[in-house]
């Protein structure tokens, strides 16, 4: 897969491709699974299936794989892993379902591919030619009306997009938005009545001009732009592009949202993920600088921003409660992160140490008060992006469970770990065992049986 002696952090550990698809049934499991999750754990990361270039390889580049756990009745009865890969396309990004349809989503140019509930089958879907230009990894649900709305981009193109599909996947509203310098815009957020851009300082243009200047680049064609403004667009629901209102943030990158709100007077709440810098030094993946909570708050009749932190862990995949999208919350669910240092050489040819991202204990975050709780796996053991499902008939926003995939360095296997999300302090409620090792990916989502039905 790989060159020998060439070496590239993302190529390396849980990083690596695993080669094989795999099948198992009847999957072991510590303590009691609820009865009451019948569905599957689905999630999808980058997983090179031929030979890459280490020099050049991004993380956010291999062509995809999704994993699979089927839970009914308190059992795990399967575990399948497949690539991704339907007339050329291989997202890598996310899997979720809408409109009945089983979706793996990536950004930038490709739309989605449709799975089968069972993963043998791939199609690409592009809603009759209206996600011909592309999709995104990160689209937002309503869960007043059940519209999907979504934010794309293809830098061939040079254009974003505003679209909405309703509730059967039929697209309703598309709008063209101006922006300059192709950035990249990997995730949005959604009001009751606004739908948030991110127009942030990663972007082809930058790219190119690193390349004409000889200077090192990746299989990724953004990186980190010095002359492109950070700012955030604030379109009213189902508007036309005119309608935009930008607004200057501080200097940084926000690869995901935790969720956003209306307020009563007027402002607007926006949860993010920020990063300083992205893609300047490391550019073989998000290692230049640690991820921090912050809340903004949006003040459209001034056009300025108020930045607070939120909480004192260093946090990634964020996800709430989805019932709450676009309305007030006050929980988040986190992969907690550190930094390991690797050596790189920067633009002036100087070796230096340098940060890699790589998760670790699962966070739980008030908002509210800004404390925070923490789930550690055990020595070696860390969590990927988690996922909420709500306990059938719950009234509070914590009550269900936290399903996510834990890496075990000890034995090189994963495991699908069950928490309950009112007390992440408190043992697994239930961890089903994996025959392998699943990579380190991007994201994933409990999917019902009801939703592909």
């Not at 689209?139 to 505003?162: F, I, Q, S």
């Not at 699962?362 to 988690?386: A, C, F, N, W």
Request: proline fraction near 7%; glycine fraction near 10%; charged fraction near 20%.
């Amino acid at each position: 897969m790989t060159d020998a002696g060439v070496d590239n952090h993302y190529l390396r550990g849980n990083f690596a491709p695993v080669t094989e698809e795999v099948n198992a049934s009847d999957l072991p499991v510590t303590g009691a699974l609820p009865r009451e999750l019948n569905g599957r754990y689905l999630r999808i990361g980058p997983n090179p299936r031929e030979k890459v270039d280490p020099a050049t390889y991004h993380w956010f580049t291999g062509a995809g794989m999704v994993h699979g756990i089927r839970l009914r009745d308190g059992r795990a009865e399967w575990y399948r892993s497949r690539f991704v890969e339907s007339e050329g396309h291989a997202p890598n990004t996310n899997v979720l379902t809408h409109g009945g349809r089983l979706l793996a989503l990536v950004e930038a140019g490709q739309p989605p591919v449709e799975l089968t509930p069972d993963l043998a089958r791939m199609a690409v879907w592009d809603c009759d030619g209206t996600l011909s230009n592309g999709f995104t990894a990160h689209p937002k649900l309503d869960p007043a009306t059940g519209d999907l709305h979504a934010v794309t981009y293809n830098l061939e193109l040079g254009t974003a997009r505003y679209v909405v599909l309703d509730r059967d996947g039929k697209a309703t509203h598309a709008t063209d938005i101006a922006v300059a310098d192709g950035p990249m815009i990997h995730d949005m957020a959604l009001t009751e009545t606004r739908t948030i851009v991110l127009d942030l300082p990663v972007t082809l243009a930058a790219s190119m001009r690193r390349a004409q200047a000889g200077k090192p680049v990746s299989d990724l064609p953004v990186v980190w732009d010095e002359r492109h403004p950070a700012r955030i667009g604030l379109l009213p629901i189902g508007g036309t592009g005119a309608q935009i209102q930008w607004i200057e943030v501080p200097r940084c990158f926000v690869f995901h949202v935790l969720n956003a709100y209306d307020n009563a007077d007027g402002s607007v709440t926006l949860d993010v993920i920020r990063y300083d810098e992205v893609f300047l030094r490391d550019i073989h993946g998000p290692g230049d600088s640690v991820p921090t909570l912050v809340r903004w708050t949006i003040n459209p009749a001034l056009g300025i921003v108020h930045e607070q932190v939120i909480g004192d862990y260093s946090v990634e995949f964020p996800r709430i409660n989805a019932a709450l999208t676009g309305r007030r919350h006050r929980y988040g669910w986190f992969a907690g992160v550190g930094a390991h240092g690797i050596e790189i050489t920067d633009d002036v040819e100087r070796s230096r140490t340098h940060e890699a991202l790589e998760t670790g204990p699962l966070v739980k975050v008030d908002t509210m008060t800004g404390t925070s709780q923490i789930h550690h796996y055990g020595p070696g053991r860390v969590t990927m992006e988690p996922a909420f499902v709500p306990r059938p008939g719950s009234a509070s926003e914590d009550d269900g469970w936290i399903l996510s995939v834990v890496h075990d360095g000890n034995t090189n296997l994963a495991e699908l770990v069950v928490l309950d999300a009112a007390d992440i302090t408190a043992d697994p409620v239930a961890r089903v065992h994996l025959p392998n090792r699943v990579p380190f990916g991007f994201h994933g989502n409990w999917v019902d049986d009801d939703e592909t039905a």
